[in-house]
């Protein structure tokens, strides 16, 4: 039996241990620390944590193919209470009977969102939801119901607007034949979100009853979020309304939002409206407040590259915040993010080196 157990002993010295110790930093390197791919929008700020490791990175390189600021700190950021963002989004929309088009935010409590619309045919309603960081769409296609119950204790909306998925960005070209080497498309450790867009159309047309002007169509969206409505609500129509630049100077409707909790807010427009393609134009102002880095190590202003040494065993972190340009209007871009690892040499190396002990240890066997 001693003869079969030092059989055994060499063969997991030499063969099975060996084995191990070099997939691992294989492992770590390619798929645990991997190149990380963020789809990124204007005004995003998130922690830049996937793939990166303060034990075997000892350098963090971020890339994107438009201008960001990022900033290297100590700890979680703290909210300013004096600066605020200030995002303008311009948006024309045509939506025939039964359509819904959206546009969603997240928005810390004390953000306001200032909004101007008008519609050039009538029959178009806005409609303003707390939800989730998805706008649920929760079975508009089946049958109809009833509802519609007001949310409570959200603060005082007077206009609406939505949330859409984003759209899955392509890779550079150059970087086609070798992708998911890249990981994580979505951001997971977003502090602030830029904006979000969707469309969908349904094609209810009856009505629940002849004593009843609300269609089976709205009915539904009301009882889809019931619970989460903080506005429904129609607007007069004008002739006068045939794009933004009537809002500028026209009389139209405004709408105030006063944010009182953090969370995702939708602006849902749609049109009920049998015998037309309704027009309906919206300018939103939206202040809100933004994050302050005053304990950061490293900062790296208006760049497309930039790099950050990581310190061994340390507790920094990367933020990231894409600016905003001077009015966002009718974009549904997305940027690229490309945040890299470079491995810390030193670690990597213990593990070939526990190869070259263990054969040496198995020689006194």
């Known amino acids: 039996m001693q003869g079969a157990r030092r059989v055994i002993t060499f063969c997991l010295l030499i063969g099975v241990l060996p084995m191990i110790l070099l997939i691992i930093p294989l492992y770590l390197r390619h798929s645990v620390y991997r190149d990380v791919v963020y789809a990124v929008a204007e005004s995003d700020i998130l922690q830049i944590v996937n793939g990166i490791s303060s034990v075997f990175c000892q350098e963090h390189t ?124 979505i951001p997971s450790h977003k502090l602030d979100g830029g904006y979000a867009h969707g469309e969908k159309v349904f094609n209810y047309t009856s009505k629940p009853g002849n004593d009843s002007s609300i269609s089976s169509f709205e009915n539904s969206l009301l009882t889809c979020y019931d619970g989460q409505i903080l506005l429904s609500r129609g607007f007069q129509p004008s002739k006068y309304c045939n794009s933004t630049t009537y809002l500028e100077k026209g009389n139209h409707m405004n709408a105030i939002h006063n944010v009182t909790s953090d969370g995702y807010y939708y602006y849902i427009f749609y049109s009920d409206n049998d015998h037309v393609l309704n027009d309906i134009h919206a300018i939103f102002n939206i202040h809100k407040p933004t994050y302050q880095y005053g304990n950061f190590s490293h900062d790296c202003i208006n760049k497309t590259e930039c790099s950050f040494p990581i310190n061994f065993m340390s507790d920094e972190i990367v933020i990231v915040e894409v600016p905003t340009k001077d009015g966002i209007e009718d974009r549904d871009d997305f940027s690229l993010l490309i945040s890299k690892c470079h491995p810390r040499s030193t670690i990597y190396a213990i593990f070939p080196l526990t190869v070259l002990f263990l054969i040496l240890a198995c020689s006194f066997l």
């Open 62 to 185: 971020l890339q994107m193919n438009t201008t960001f600021n990022a900033f290297q700190i100590k700890g979680p950021p703290q909210i300013s209470q004096t600066v605020r963002k200030h995002v303008r989004l311009k948006k024309s929309m045509s939506l025939p009977d039964d359509t819904l088009e959206y546009w969603g935010f997240f928005l810390p409590a004390g953000s306001t969102v200032l909004m101007h619309v008008c519609s050039r045919y009538d029959g178009s309603r806005i409609l303003v939801v707390k939800g989730e960081k998805n706008l649920r769409q929760c079975g508009l296609m089946q049958p109809p119901k009833t509802g519609g119950a007001m949310a409570k204790g959200q603060g005082q909306v007077y206009v609406k607007f939505e949330s859409p998925m984003p759209k899955r960005p392509n890779l550079p070209q150059e970087h086609e034949y070798e992708e998911k080497r890249y990981a994580e498309y």
